[in-house]
Nanobody, 125 residues
Framework: QVQLVESGGGSVQAGGSLRLSCAASVYIGSGYCIAWFRQAPGKEREGVASINKYENTLYADSVKGRFTVSKDNTKNTADLQMNDLKPEDTGMYYC???????????????????WGQGTQVTVSS
């Protein structure tokens, strides 16, 4: 069983930055796919960014150029650096993982069996 624990959420004004971190209970360098999803109040959950075992990344159009996903296999952590935050970035952010390794989609939540508890990000205007 893979456990994921997010940290780094908080409140920030528009234009500010936050860095989310996800600590995994397994060695993610062995082929895990790590992604970040978010859910705003009253909205459906959406994929934000993902990184595969080759460190290829995918981003939702809404965050391209502002968010950067990375991972450190030696520490079993994955980070989401969020810059130029906007009020529409507000939501609960979840770190998710799958053993898929290569295929790390943002439009298919069902491929990720492992989910963290989430960390809240609030951006005020």
């Amino acid at each position: 069983q893979v456990q994921l624990v997010e940290s780094g959420g908080g409140s920030v004004q528009a234009g500010g930055s936050l860095r989310l971190s996800c600590a995994a209970s397994v060695y993610i360098g062995s082929g895990y796919c790590i992604a970040w999803f978010r859910q705003a109040p009253g909205k459906e959950r959406e994929g934000v960014a993902s990184i595969n075992k080759y460190e290829n990344t995918l981003y939702a159009d809404s965050v391209k150029g502002r968010f950067t996903v990375s991972k450190d296999n030696t520490k079993n952590t994955a980070d989401l650096q969020m810059n130029d935050l906007k009020p529409e970035d507000t939501g609960m952010y979840y770190c998710v993982a799958s053993a898929g390794g290569t295929f790390c989609p943002l439009l298919a939540q069902s491929v990720y069996p492992y989910w963290g508890q989430g960390t809240q990000v609030t951006v005020s205007s």
